[in-house]
């Protein structure tokens, strides 16, 4: 049930509303949040789909849907890679899937405030920490995932190692919050952030065909100033396509909306608005007649690919224009300067 939201939301160039209702009509009474009608759900994108929820006011549902990892969680602290009609349906062990309920859970607190929450949470999103920093290599980078059969891969993504750095942060604001000391979270934080800005070779590069290679570390918060504004000049051509949006990968012709939007929170995280929102409004006409955004589209023959209303991709269009236009009070949560506010430095320092 939506609720009422105390603050004042502002003409945006989007009908956030539609998206939202979207997303709750495909929650399960159980508080999963699956990509699709009839499709799989996967711990990250479940979590993107409930923080758009939540933005919108629809708090009961964003609690449900964090409520719903906390009684799936597995002993380890971690969650499967993804599950289908209530059952696992890939049993890999990610890192970042693992670890973002931290940013999910920080971003319920910034719109309801609701300490309480945080402490019945608490124990999951401890678990969860524990369980992606266990998997930390000597140089900092985090490995990206351990097999079905609980094996480590010694491979580490920078987009989900990104990721995990924001995660690192909002689990430290946490624990923050809730007087909990966690040095060794801190550690594993500043020695992530080192990895990311200074050690690309320790990630896979056949990643860095993708678009989110590019702008999660500016995302994230793990490179800021003129090294994230460099970072995105220099490979603006690469991934934009003008006046349509960004590419997944570079090198084929599908612009992705999910993408596009995480541009543009990267873009309002470093202060430029302007640009932030010209990309934005690229994407206003790409929806279906419910107001609901497609999840991508190739070009330049326009086919929209697929043609599934994707919960997340849409979570993630609400997100850009809460950045874009403050709607809600967790709007600047991924703005850097969010983070130099002393309380929350002295929470990461």
């Not at 809600?328 to 703005?335: D, E, G, K, Q, Y």
């Amino acid at each position: 049930m939506k609720l009422e939201v105390p603050w004042k939301k502002p003409e945006v160039s989007v009908d956030i509303d539609s998206i939202a209702l979207m997303i709750a009509d495909l929650q399960k009474e159980t508080g999963e949040i699956p990509w699709s009608d009839g499709g799989k759900t996967d711990p990250w994108d479940h979590v993107e789909a409930a923080m758009g929820l939540a933005i919108c006011g629809y708090i009961a549902e964003a609690r449900a849907a964090y409520m719903w990892l906390a009684d799936i969680q597995l002993a380890d602290g971690s969650w499967y890679a993804s599950y289908l009609k209530g059952n696992p349906l890939d049993r890999t062990r990610e890192t970042n899937l693992s670890a973002y309920i931290a940013v999910g859970i920080f971003h319920y607190y910034l719109i309801t405030h609701d300490l309480r929450f945080l402490y019945q949470m608490w124990p999951t999103i401890e678990a969860a920490i524990n369980f992606t920093v266990s998997l930390q290599a000597p140089a900092g980078e985090i490995y990206w995932a351990k097999s079905p059969d609980l094996e480590v891969d010694p491979m580490a993504l920078l987009t989900g190692s990104s990721s995990i750095f924001m995660s690192l942060k909002c689990a430290l604001s946490i624990a923050g919050l809730l007087g909990k000391a966690k040095p060794e979270w801190k550690i594993a934080l500043i020695n992530l952030g080192e990895a990311i800005r200074n050690g690309y070779h320790l990630f896979n590069m056949t990643k860095s065909r993708y678009s989110m290679d590019w702008f999660y570390p500016v995302l994230s918060g793990a490179v800021t100033g003129k090294a994230a504004q460099e970072r995105i000049d220099q490979q603006w051509k690469k991934f934009v396509v003008e006046d349509m949006g960004v590419l997944c990968v570079s090198d084929r012709p599908w612009v992705t909306i999910a993408e596009t939007c995480e541009l543009v929170l990267a873009l309002a995280a470093t202060g430029r608005n302007k640009i932030a929102s010209i990309v934005f409004n690229w994407l206003v006409d790409r929806k279906f007649e419910d107001g609901s955004y497609w999840c991508g589209f190739t070009y330049p023959d326009m086919v929209i690919w697929p043609e599934d209303k994707i919960s997340w991709t849409n979570g993630v269009v609400i997100m850009a224009a809460d950045a874009l236009y403050q709607i809600s009070p967790a709007a600047n949560l991924f703005n850097h300067s969010f983070w130099d506010s002393p309380e929350f430095l002295s929470y990461l320092e």
